[in-house]
């Protein structure tokens, strides 16, 4: 008997001894998301979207202090964050890496009405829930900064500690700042962008080109090369969120994100803060500092030698004072 008449004579045979199939009402509950008992290196699967979807998400380390983290994007993945635990765990910090939804691991629905700010809030608290966090230190990075700031805003209750990580706390703070960074193009590039962007060419690959050899090396990654995470969270990079969000340019903000402003809210946000900037980064450092003298229970760090991605380019300032700070909480 080969293995596709096996397979049939079983099925044949377990519906002939099955018992009689349940009422809706009595149905067998539907299988669990994580098999039980089983070591799988701190990975958990969330349910998440009134449990429609689910979300990877994974524990290293442990400690008193546990860490949430957000990562950017809209639609990038955790796995640019990987620098943290070569610090946090060692550190007797317990950190959680979760991919939001869409993202790499997590599921990926064909489903533009998922996308939006409200709905990623709503997630974070049932990944909180999931996971059974409370009296936890929540770190948003880029717009896992966003994310953060809102989430504090509705459920500040839950939370220990909050670090934003080189974001400004509004759309048009981001746009005066990485506009101004212009200048770090070439006089022939900046004329080509400006042609491009008139027409809203943002795939043309002339466009993709001078932003990835001319801006992102210097507000970006100012490392050559890049570590492989940040180029393994490129390639996994779910532009169909970002698209929708933020839009197809870094320059401009099209998307639903565009109006997001929360400078006049920051002063609710109670819970001890840090704020993190660096001085090539495309948020203004300056904002990282105003933000921090905006919250009642806040302060700031600037990276010296740091861009976006300063866990990377300034790491060893970077973590010098994360640390001691994710311990003070």
Not at 113 to 127: A, D, H, Q
Not at 177 to 190: I, Y
Not at 236 to 248: D, P, V
Not at 254 to 260: A, P, Q, R, S, V
Request: charged share 25%.
């Amino acid at each position: 008997m080969d293995r596709r008449q096996f397979l049939s004579a079983a099925a044949v045979l377990a519906a002939a001894t099955a018992p009689m199939t349940p009422s809706l009402a009595e149905a067998a509950p539907a299988a669990p998301l994580n098999p039980p008992g089983i070591r799988v290196a701190g990975i958990r699967m969330i349910p998440v979207a009134g449990g429609k979807y689910k979300v990877w998400t994974k524990k290293i380390g442990s400690g008193a202090v546990k860490v949430l983290l957000l990562h950017g994007g809209p639609g990038f993945s955790h796995e640019y964050l990987e620098a943290m635990e070569s610090f946090l765990p060692e550190a007797g910090i317990e950190m959680y890496y979760y991919d939001q939804l869409g993202s790499n691991n997590s599921d990926q629905p064909d489903d533009t009405s998922l996308w939006t700010l409200p709905r990623f809030v709503e997630e974070v608290e049932e990944v909180r829930q999931g996971l059974g966090l409370d009296q936890f230190v929540l770190y948003g990075h880029s717009w896992g900064g966003i994310l953060a700031i809102d989430y504090a805003l509705k459920y500040q209750r839950h939370l220990k500690g909050l670090v934003i990580s080189n974001m400004a706390a509004g759309i048009q703070a981001y746009l005066k700042r990485v506009n101004a960074l212009r200048s770090l193009m070439k006089p022939d590039s900046q004329k080509l962008i400006r042609e491009l962007e008139a027409k809203q060419a943002y795939d043309d690959p002339a466009y993709e080109k001078i932003m990835m050899e001319e801006m992102y090396p210097q507000m970006i990654c100012r490392l050559d090369p890049w570590p492989e995470p940040v180029t393994r969270a490129f390639r996994h990079a779910n532009l169909t969120i970002y698209n929708q969000m933020q839009g197809k340019s870094e320059l401009e903000v099209t998307g639903n994100l565009k109006d997001w402003e929360r400078w006049d809210q920051l002063s609710q946000i109670k819970v001890k803060t840090l704020t993190i900037g660096a001085t090539h980064d495309e948020m203004d450092p300056e904002d990282m500092k105003r933000m921090a003298t905006l919250m009642p229970n806040a302060r700031s760090v600037i990276c010296p030698q740091g861009s976006h991605l300063c866990m990377w380019d300034d790491q060893e300032f970077y973590f010098k004072n994360l640390i001691p700070f994710l311990k003070s909480v």
